[in-house]
Structure formats: structure tokens, C-alpha cells
């Protein structure tokens, strides 16, 4: 229980290297990118964001996590750069669903489906999320999943002869329709559809 309550008021403070991310306008956004966690619960989410793993000292983080409970945490300032996605980061706001994915055989050719659903009050909290964001960033435009954005093909750690998605967040059962009902901002197919 202890180390619970210590973990949730981790989640309310910033990523440790918050402040060594490179630093943009609010007017540089125009994107929001969608990802699953791919972990099995925020702290271990915490654990591998807090990884140091570039030269500048920085790690793997999106700007904001909701949890499976739909509570929101900010863990990137909206004008820093957050390593989420490959190629898009200066642009773009990652928000991460706290999700299981493929966890934790993320890359075995017979673990590639994902069949949990994501719980209505998550789903809530981002589209709170996703109307705040609307309002406070003028230039904000587009909306798309991490998914449809780095689409590599990697061979699967099991089995050589079989290629895998990277990536597949947030993957079949994110409900889309639900989220392209609900705001005003483009959905983008392909990285094609983004200039
Ligand atoms: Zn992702």
C-alpha cells in the first residue's frame, strides 16, 4: 500500500528530465499522437519513461498518461519536445493510454493480438483531454494513432521467418469512431494525409 501512494504522487510530478527537452512554441503543435502504454500498469509505465536513454540525458515519454481509473497526468511541458514517435515529435503531443497491448511479449509472432478494451472512463478523460488541448493550442489540427505514423516491419523475436508491426498502439480496440464523433480534429489514414 505504501508503495502505491508513493507511486501516485510520483505520477503527478513531471518527468525527471522535463526541463534538458528541447524547448518549442505552443504555436509549433498541430498533432496529436495516441499510444498505448504497452505495460501493465502506470508505475511500470513511470519506470521505463524515467529511463535515460539519449545523450541529452532524455528518455521515452509521451506528455500526458491516463489511467485504465480515467485520472489524467501530465509528465511533459506542453513546450518540450517529448521523444514519443519517430519523426513527429517537434510538432506533436503524445497522450498515452495506460494499456496492456502486447505485453509482455511484445514482439512474439503468436502474441500480436490485442483484444483488451479500453474502459469507458479512460476514454472520458481523453476526450476531456482533447477538448482542453483544442482550446489552449490555436494551431492544433490533427489527430492520429502512433500506428499509423511508424509503420516498420521487424522480424519477430521467436520466429525469423515472420515479420511483425513495430508498433501497433493503440492498437484494434481503441474506439476511433468514438473520438472522430466527438472533436473537430482531422483524422490522419496515413503520414501521407500530414503537411
Ligand atoms: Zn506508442
Redo the contacts with the bound molecule.
Sequence with gaps: MINNRISTISFFKKISYNKKLQQRSIDDINLI?I????LPDLRVAREYAERIIYPSGTGNC?HFYIDTDGQTYQWVDLERVAH??RGFNTTSI?I?LSHPGRYPNWYHADDQDITQNYPQQQITSLLKLLDTLKISIPALRFIT???QL?TEMITAKDQPNIKIRR?I??GPTFPWATISKHTQLSFLETTEDYE
Design positions: 499522437v499510444h498505448c502504454t504497452e509521451g514519443h514517435v503524445g498515452e494513432g502512433h500506428e511508424d508498433k498502439d493503440p
